[in-house]
């Protein structure tokens, strides 16, 4: 995953000088829509689309067209090393996306973090000065950073939508609605398109872009997140900008500069402590919230159990959810058993040491919990 992210840039290079930017922007999405869709329509348990997904699913394709045109048109009209440290600043686009939809809180590490980020992307988009006309990497830099800020918009509010899909799906529908979005520009550009002057690099620097690295890396993406942490999958944003560097140096003869390795630590630093804060401050959230949930749910319990009243309270879900957590099945499970072995034999729990378990405030804990009632129920 991080060698073929590493060598996305070098592929764009190649394949921009055989054909315009926006002609290989173009060709890339359809391309990777047409390798995806075999792997999707193969699978045994494939996820159909929902008829009520399909406004949700044309507006994140747009915002993926977006990203992935400035990207590459960007990579036309700058460096290697200045795009991948730019695109490293992914994750301070997406904390302040979300706290403009009041999302996610500001803390002081937060804000720490996003100056530090902004005062290295100001040292490498002032690197050859402020004139667009005169600068080489300036228009580029700001390209790519548009195009950052629409990635971001994706993800925050592909959130909800990632939760109902597995990842080859959303990829495969993300793709194909970005496809139709460029069809009109591809059948342009195929039109007036020289085929005879492409070689053979640029046509494999356009499959790696499609196949590679938007297909399979990002497939590789997701499938590793499933069985890693979050926070060591993160590493890979510290890597790349460094390995998309040494490749760019090894290839294309890009030597990074003084601006562009101060910049890129800052921006490298200034993410760091961004990613450190909302990673905190979502554990604390979390904990507190859970532990908060238990204890009420306890002291319902508890009060039920030293009434004359048979009958126990309904739990009441604040915020309801299609799947439920196995949280909320466990304590399902156990009020129901509980309700039923009370009418039945008398007040004392079946369950010694169930409502223990409530109180903790990971999953596992939970898992624990519906081992217990299942081996009970046996």
Same mark, same amino acid.
């Given at each position: 995953?991080?060698?073929?992210?590493?060598?996305?840039?070098?592929?764009?290079?190649?394949?921009?000088?055989?054909?315009?930017?926006?002609?290989?922007?173009?060709?890339?999405?359809?391309?990777?829509?047409?390798?995806?869709?075999?792997?999707?329509?193969?699978?045994?348990?494939?996820?159909?689309?929902?008829?009520?997904?399909?406004?949700?699913?044309?507006?994140?394709?747009?915002? @993926?067209?977006?990203?992935?045109?400035?990207?590459?048109?960007?990579?036309?009209?700058?460096?290697?090393?200045?795009?991948?440290?730019? @695109?490293?600043?992914?994750?301070?686009?997406?904390?302040?996306?979300?706290?403009?939809?009041?999302?996610?809180?500001?803390?002081?590490?937060?804000?720490?973090?996003?100056?530090?980020?902004?005062?290295?992307?100001?040292?490498?988009a002032t690197e050859q000065g402020l004139n667009?006309?005169? *600068?080489?990497?300036?228009?580029?830099?700001?390209?790519?950073?548009?195009?950052?800020?629409?990635?971001?918009?994706?993800?925050?509010?592909?959130?909800?939508?990632?939760?109902?899909?597995?990842?080859?799906?959303?990829?495969?529908?993300?793709?194909?609605?970005?496809?139709?979005?460029?069809?009109?520009?591809?059948?342009?550009?195929?039109?007036?398109?020289?085929?005879? *002057?492409?070689?053979?690099?640029?046509?494999?620097?356009?499959?790696?872009?499609?196949?590679?690295?938007?297909?399979?890396?990002?497939?590789?993406?997701?499938?590793?997140?499933?069985?890693?942490?979050?926070?060591?999958?993160?590493?890979?944003?510290?890597?790349?900008?460094?390995?998309?560097?040494?490749?760019?140096?090894?290839?294309?003869?890009?030597?990074?500069?003084?601006?562009?390795?101060?910049?890129?630590?800052?921006?490298?630093?200034?993410?760091?402590?961004?990613?450190?804060?909302?990673?905190?401050? *979502?554990?604390?959230?979390?904990?507190?919230?859970?532990?908060?949930?238990? %204890?009420?749910?306890?002291?319902?319990?508890?009060?039920?159990?030293?009434?004359?009243?048979?009958?126990?309270?309904?739990?009441?879900?604040?915020?309801?959810?299609?799947?439920?957590?196995?949280?909320?099945?466990?304590?399902?499970?156990?009020?129901?058993?509980?309700?039923?072995?009370?009418?039945?034999?008398?007040?004392? %729990?079946?369950?010694?040491?169930?409502?223990? %378990?409530?109180?903790?405030?990971?999953?596992?804990?939970?898992?624990?919990?519906?081992?217990?009632?299942?081996?009970?129920?046996?």
């Amino acid at each position: 995953m991080f060698v073929l992210w590493s060598f996305n840039y070098l592929a764009g290079k190649i394949a921009l000088r055989h054909m315009e930017a926006f002609t290989l922007a173009a060709f890339r999405i359809d391309l990777a829509a047409l390798v995806i869709l075999p792997f999707y329509l193969f699978r045994r348990h494939r996820t159909s689309l929902s008829a009520r997904d399909v406004w949700t699913l044309s507006y994140l394709g747009f915002f @993926l067209v977006v990203n992935q045109v400035l990207f590459t048109v960007g990579l036309a009209y700058t460096t290697s090393g200045h795009s991948s440290m730019i @695109l490293a600043t992914g994750p301070i686009s997406v904390l302040l996306f979300a706290r403009a939809l009041r999302l996610e809180a500001l803390t002081t590490g937060k804000i720490l973090g996003m100056a530090i980020a902004f005062i290295g992307v100001t040292i490498l988009a002032t690197e050859q000065g402020l004139n667009l006309r005169h *600068s080489a990497t300036l228009t580029g830099d700001l390209l790519t950073l548009l195009g950052t800020s629409s990635f971001s918009v994706y993800a925050v509010l592909g959130k909800k939508f990632a939760r109902q899909y597995d990842s080859v799906t959303m990829n495969t529908f993300n793709l194909l609605a970005g496809a139709m979005l460029l069809l009109p520009l591809s059948i342009q550009r195929a039109v007036h398109l020289n085929w005879g *002057s492409v070689g053979w690099a640029g046509w494999a620097g356009l499959f790696y872009m499609a196949a590679l690295s938007s297909v399979a890396a990002y497939t590789l993406f997701y499938w590793v997140l499933r069985y890693m942490e979050a926070s060591r999958v993160a590493a890979v944003n510290y890597l790349q900008p460094i390995g998309a560097i040494l490749v760019a140096a090894a290839f294309l003869g890009e030597m990074p500069t003084r601006n562009l390795l101060l910049g890129g630590a800052l921006i490298l630093l200034g993410v760091y402590l961004a990613e450190s804060g909302a990673l905190v401050d *979502s554990r604390q959230r979390s904990f507190s919230g859970s532990v908060i949930r238990s %204890c009420g749910l306890l002291r319902r319990m508890q009060n039920w159990s030293s009434a004359a009243d048979p009958e126990p309270p309904r739990r009441t879900w604040s915020k309801p959810s299609i799947l439920p957590s196995p949280r909320q099945r466990c304590r399902r499970s156990v009020w129901r058993r509980w309700h039923r072995w009370r009418e039945s034999r008398g007040s004392k %729990c079946p369950l010694p040491g169930a409502t223990d %378990c409530l109180l903790a405030s990971r999953v596992t804990a939970a898992q624990k919990c519906a081992r217990r009632v299942q081996s009970h129920s046996r």
